[in-house]
């Protein structure tokens, strides 16, 4: 079955720093959905990514799907101890529609 | 626009028993998916149901179940509880079964069994 390996586990990180996660698939997606889920709650969609090479922001957060269709990347630029949370990637390939999550990317804001 | 509605918010039983979780998708919505949580595990995929239809079926024990009623709204149901079922619940739901369709989350069921 599909895999999805995402990376870094966890990060702690100073406010004001920017942030990089990424995910890599076993193989090819042609959706990428990127998520962050505050404890307690359930994930929010961030950005949702359909071509390989496009890339899309919401404010600070700017994500990309790879050229390979195999790997997507989130950035986060300034952060503020509000993006504290567990940010999760998710692919979907061929014509098959369910969901394959990555185990998600803890992140720590230090104030 | 109301988005996922999941309840009960929070539940507590005792091993053996057997407990029944709702949801409520997006108006609009069609297609209901349920997933288990742990910090262990992450998001564990149960299943999907699109037009009163189990589409898809994660790796989980007959224990688990759902079913899905004409409106959309979508049930699952655990019997003979075990401790490791101890969980976050995740309900999602989106418009259609397209592959390029966004998937919403509600804010879950916290399951304890004691």
């Known amino acids: 079955g599909q895999q999805l390996n995402q990376s870094p586990q966890s990060m702690f990180i100073q406010e004001g720093e920017d942030v990089s996660m990424n995910c890599t698939s076993s193989?090819?997606?042609?959706?990428w959905l990127w998520y962050k889920q505050d404890p307690g709650e359930g994930p929010v969609l961030l950005i949702a990514l359909y071509k390989a090479g496009e890339l899309t922001s919401n404010g600070r957060l700017t994500a990309q799907f790879g050229i390979t269709r195999k790997d997507s990347f989130l950035n986060i630029s300034a952060s503020i101890p509000s993006d504290v949370g567990i940010y999760f990637c998710a692919g979907r390939g061929g014509s098959n529609y369910k969901l394959t999550f990555g185990k998600g990317t803890l992140l720590t804001v230090n104030p | 626009k109301a988005g996922v509605t999941q309840t009960p918010r929070y539940l507590i039983k005792t091993r053996g028993q057997q407990v029944t979780l709702s949801c409520s998708p997006i108006s609009g919505h069609r297609s209901v998916s349920w997933y288990q949580q742990t910090p262990g595990q992450g998001l564990q995929f149960l299943f999907e149901y699109f037009s009163e239809t189990q589409r898809n079926k994660g790796n989980f024990p007959g224990r688990f179940s759902g079913r899905q009623f004409s409106n959309s709204r979508s049930e699952m149901n655990v019997s003979t509880l075990e401790l490791g079922d101890s969980a976050l619940y995740l309900c999602?739901?989106?418009?259609?079964?397209?592959?390029?369709?966004?998937?919403?989350f509600g804010s879950g069921t916290q399951l304890s069994v004691l």
């Open positions: 999602a739901s989106s418009r259609d079964r397209l592959t390029n369709e966004k998937l919403f």
């Open positions: 193989s090819i997606f042609n959706t």
